[in-house]
């Protein structure tokens, strides 16, 4: 069955990007800090979720990017592309 990839094999746009932002952060979140930050707005996630979307193991769909963005206080350009 043919899946839909990124041109670098992964499963996602965000995961390398993601990654980059919370290294970024001031102060820098762990995965597991920003599960948390998820989980107190609702959202159902662990630290292996963040890993498997950084890693590109994931697909992510547009409610997860729109929930990423609320909690890193970004557009969801800057998350996909880095604009």
Do not use: W
Request: proline share 2%.
């Amino acid at each position: 069955m043919f899946k839909i990839k990124a041109r670098d094999g992964t499963n996602n746009l965000c995961g390398k990007r993601l990654a980059e932002l919370r290294g970024k952060h001031n102060p820098p979140l762990s995965q597991r800090k920003l599960a948390q930050m998820l989980q107190v707005r609702g959202y159902d996630v662990d630290n292996h979720f963040i890993r498997r979307v950084e890693l590109g193991e994931r697909f992510v769909t547009d409610i997860e990017i729109v929930m990423l963005c609320e909690v890193l206080g970004i557009r969801f350009e800057e998350l996909l592309t880095g604009d």
